[in-house]
């Protein structure tokens, strides 16, 4: 197998392997004149960009990822596309970039996701996992927003991810984002900038960092590509969206699941003091990452300052309960009571 360099770390074949296979179209459109073509859907293939283009210089680059199921009576369905068209354009607000007209993208998910209905079947988990992202491409090497943009989607399928419990350091040295800084956003920098903490927490034998507050190194964060959550004596909670971690939509799909089957759940600060005087008072602390790709990254070792903490993953763990719940609403299994199905 080889050597896992994702940034999602996890300790898994299939995770080494997720998203390398392409399915077979993407979908295309050019930002020119201040304006989004319609797009196209095309057979997926290379695309030529030149040296000058400006996303090779300046960072210009947000993606998003999300997923496709093919749902237990046949139909197929995208998960919450509206949260993360908002998700998306937030990205592009704040790296200057021109946001995408709604029509435009669920036309590009859509297209990509019709065309490609057989690939649903290619994979265990009967998911695509959807990639779009828009870049800068404008041909020049001043330091300069660029005038001209792509926006692609490409698809791979889902594959499971993240099937054994991972290892996870406390990062007390490195910092993801800082407030005022783009942790909020899905742009390349974030996680170009994260490898290599993430590289020496393997060194060291972790699967994972979790990322604390730039200023203290205090506050718990978010995860890799995962956000954060905790379950202590029954409460759920996870950190608040101050700015710096992504809103994740696994995370608020939990919170909303969680809430509506009668758990108390809590969005707050959490001090990694707190979370060490918990585990020292014995108290049951589950603590999982919440993601798309994963939807839980059950954790079974916290490293704090070298203190090494067990969090709960057994089978009656509540993180099972909820992604089961969450699973069965995307498969058709579960009653969609938000509308986050979107059934083609
Ligand atoms: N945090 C970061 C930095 C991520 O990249 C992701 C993945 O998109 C998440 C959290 C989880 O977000 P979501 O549940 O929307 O996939």
């Known amino acids: 197998m080889a050597q896992d360099t994702t940034l999602a770390t996890s300790n898994t074949a299939a995770a080494a392997t997720f998203g390398m296979q392409p399915t077979s179209h993407m979908f295309l459109a050019e930002y020119k004149n201040g304006s989004w073509s319609s797009g196209q859907l095309q057979d997926f293939h290379k695309i030529t960009l030149s040296p000058f283009a400006l996303c090779f210089h300046y960072g210009q680059t947000i993606f998003e990822g999300m997923k496709a199921f093919r749902m237990a009576d046949g139909r197929l369905n995208i998960f919450r596309p509206d949260k993360h068209h908002g998700r998306i354009n937030a990205s592009l607000s704040r790296m200057q970039m021109p946001e995408l007209p709604k029509e435009l993208f669920m036309n590009g998910i859509t297209g990509v996701v019709q065309a490609d209905k057989d690939w649903f079947e290619k994979d265990s988990e009967h998911a695509l996992y959807l990639r779009p992202i828009v870049i800068a491409s404008e041909e020049r090497l001043g330091v300069k927003v660029s005038e001209e943009y792509l926006f692609i989607v490409m698809a791979s399928p889902a594959g499971k ?184």
């Open 161 to 344: 991810y993240f099937v054994n419990p991972v290892k996870a350091k406390v990062e007390t040295t490195y910092t993801r984002a800082c407030e005022g800084g783009t942790g909020a956003a899905k742009c390349g920098g974030n996680y170009g900038a994260a490898f290599y903490p993430a590289h020496l927490a393997r060194l060291q034998g972790f699967d994972q960092v979790i990322w604390t507050d730039g200023t203290h190194h205090e506050y718990i964060e978010e995860a890799g590509a995962m956000n954060l959550m905790f379950v202590v004596d029954g409460t759920l909670m996870t950190p608040e969206l101050s700015g710096t971690i992504l809103d994740g939509i696994t995370r608020n799909s939990m919170l909303t699941l969680a809430a509506k089957n009668g758990l108390k759940t809590d969005v707050r600060k959490i001090s990694v003091t707190d979370l060490e005087k918990w585990f020292k008072e014995g108290k049951r602390i589950e603590a999982f990452g919440a993601g798309t790709a994963a939807v839980v990254a059950p954790i079974k070792m916290i490293d704090i300052k070298g203190n090494k903490y067990s969090p709960y993953i057994g089978d009656d763990a509540i993180m099972f309960t909820l992604k089961k719940a969450l699973n069965d609403i995307k498969y058709g299994l579960g009653k969609d009571e938000w509308g986050w199905n979107y059934i083609l």
